[in-house]
Structure formats: structure tokens, C-alpha cells
């Protein structure tokens, strides 16, 4: 059962909606693609975790605060009584481990480039959520494993009782959650402990970085949601992309918009005017206002109307 399914976070999010409308600095372009590949991954793995059977509840994408620090877990599986955390690493290539346990990856011509040790991260991750339970009353261990996901990552000289899954296990270590699964049923003490999870996640990581751009430097419009060109066109009551022949509903297409514009610009007050300049294709205002209208609380009369959630 998940209780608490995985989104694309708001931070990934941004990335995607500027580098559609604009071009990305490399170092933003490099970071978003460090995003994507890393969702990418956990969304490999949930696709794993549907083959689990017997009783058990996902949470997953969760972010703590506990002591003014903050702590984010891609997957957490509460099995009977015990508790498996998981961080998963969607990383390719090769790695290499060395006598003092820094992690290296492996460039061309045998180069090396020093890399952060991911079970570091693992093990800071596990006190802190461990001292979390301990605060709200519960006791269940803790197994945590670093799931590399990617079969084309290979690390070397890694020792046999570190916490890491490898691509080349991930089968059998599946096998392995099945049996423990299917022999032990959950207890309410369990169902309490998600609850009392997900009651403490925060929504918003206070750590997020955000991309370069500026509302001039955008290009504007309705771009296709499925393939992401700007070469639309407008029916009555559907934009079809030229492209890829993609339809969606103005209505849906203009929510669309509003979201990712509140997203790039928080500050800005949502008005007919500022939605009909950032959706540009719509002549005509009068379609915006109703969308608007319809979906939002309005705030204000005549030209100083705006549009808050409802
Ligand atoms: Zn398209």
C-alpha cells in the first residue's frame, strides 16, 4: 500500500518550466540534469517496489526537520515491525572506493574526480530519523540501504558488508522483502507510526536552488504539455500542437499556466492581464477571465482584481 506517492518536486519542476522558456546557464543545466536523472532513478525503483506483495506501506519523497535540521528520504517501506529506508542513486559509470573510504568516479584515461560518500548521507539519515521515532514514541529498527538502480554502475573495492544494494542484486534483494513480507501482517501501531510521519513532513525544503531568469527573459505562451513546442494552435476549446498533434483543453492548459507562473513568481498577483501577456496565444482576455473566474477566489474589483486559490 503507499500511503504517500512520489511527485516531481517543486525544485525540479522550476528547472523544467525555465529551461522550456529559456536557455539555461550550464551550471543550471548541469544541476537540473543531476535532478532528472536522480528522479529518474526513483521512479525505477518504484516500479521495483510493485512487485512487492504481502502488507506494507510506502512513504515515499519524505522531508523532516528535527532539531533545525533537516533530512529528505526517497523511500521509506514500514514493514511489520521494521522499518527499511531507502536512498536511492541513479548514478552510471564507474566508482572506485579507496583505503581511507573516499569515493572516487572513474574518468577517462583512468582519471580520477573525488565524489561525495553516499553513506555518509545514508547513515546521517538513519540517526536523525531514528531520533524522529524516538520523539513520537516508537522503537522499530531501522535497515537502511543504498540502492544504486542504474546497471550501468559499477563500484570497485567495495567492501561486502557495506549497505548498498547493487543493479545486479536488485532482483534477489526483492525476493528477499517478499519472504520477510508475506510471513508478518502489519499492526495498527504501524499504521499510527505513517500517520505520525507524514503529520510531521514538511512540504518545502528551505535548501531548494533555484535557476537563473527573469519574467523578460521568458519566452511566453502555451507550450505543448506532452512534447513541450510552442508551435500550437488554438480551436474553440482545445489547443493542438503541430507537432505531435497533442490536444488539450484551454481550460486545463491555461490552469497549467497559472501554476507554473505562481511557481516562477510567487510575488506577482495572478490578474486576467498578467495570465492573457504569459499565455500569449489567447487573444482574447475575455477566455482568461473565465477560466479565472471560475477556478479561483477573487480578490478585489475592476482593474484591481486579482485571483487566490479558493
Ligand atoms: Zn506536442
Redesign the pocket.
Known amino acids: 500500500m503507499i500511503y504517500k506517492h512520489r511527485t516531481l518536486s517543486k525544485e525540479l519542476l522550476l528547472y523544467q518550466f525555465v529551461n522550456t522558456r529559456a536557455t539555461l546557464s550550464q551550471s543550471d543545466s548541469q544541476y537540473h540534469w543531476t535532478l532528472e536523472k536522480g528522479y529518474e532513478g526513483e521512479q525505477l525503483f518504484d516500479l521495483l517496489l510493485q512487485q512487492l506483495q504481502g502488507e506494507f506501506i510506502i512513504l515515499n519523497d519524505l522531508l523532516f526537520a528535527f532539531n533545525n535540521t533537516f533530512f529528505q528520504i526517497d523511500s521509506l517501506l514500514l514493514a511489520p515491525e521494521k522499518i527499511h529506508l531507502f536512498d536511492v542513486k541513479n548514478f552510471e559509470n564507474d566508482y572506485i572506493i579507496d583505503n581511507d573510504n573516499n569515493w572516487y568516479s572513474i574518468l577517462q584515461n583512468d582519471r580520477r574526480k573525488e565524489s561525495k560518500n553516499p553513506i555518509h548521507q545514508l547513515n546521517r539519515c538513519e540517526t536523525l530519523l531514528k531520533q524522529q521515532l524516538q520523539k513520537l514514541g516508537f522503537k522499530s529498527p531501522i535497515t537502511s540501504k543504498l540502492v544504486f538502480i542504474n546497471p550501468n554502475f559499477y563500484l570497485y573495492q567495495a567492501p561486502p558488508n557495506y549497505p548498498i544494494v547493487f543493479p545486479t542484486q536488485l532482483n534477489r534483494f526483492i525476493n528477499q522483502l517478499n519472504s520477510q513480507l508475506t510471513t508478518a501482517k502489519l499492526k495498527d501501531r504501524d499504521f499510527k507510526l505513517a500517520q505520525q510521519l507524514l503529520q510531521n513532513h514538511k512540504e518545502d525544503s528551505p535548501f531548494k536552488n533555484s535557476p537563473d531568469y527573469s519574467y523578460d527573459g521568458l519566452k511566453k505562451g502555451i507550450?505543448?504539455?506532452?512534447?513541450?513546442?510552442f508551435?500550437?494552435f488554438t480551436n474553440p476549446k482545445t489547443i493542438v500542437?503541430?507537432?505531435?498533434?497533442?490536444r488539450e483543453k484551454i481550460e486545463t492548459a491555461v490552469l497549467r499556466n497559472v501554476d507554473e507562473f505562481t511557481l516562477m513568481f510567487p510575488d506577482i498577483k495572478v490578474t486576467t492581464t498578467a495570465i492573457s501577456e504569459w499565455c500569449g496565444i489567447i487573444k482574447s482576455e475575455i477566455t482568461i477571465r473565465k477560466v479565472l473566474n471560475k477556478n479561483y477566489k477573487t480578490i478585489g474589483k475592476h482593474r484591481g482584481t486579482y485571483y487566490v486559490d479558493k
Open positions: 507550450y505543448c504539455k506532452s512534447c513541450r513546442s508551435d500550437v500542437c503541430s507537432k505531435c498533434g497533442f
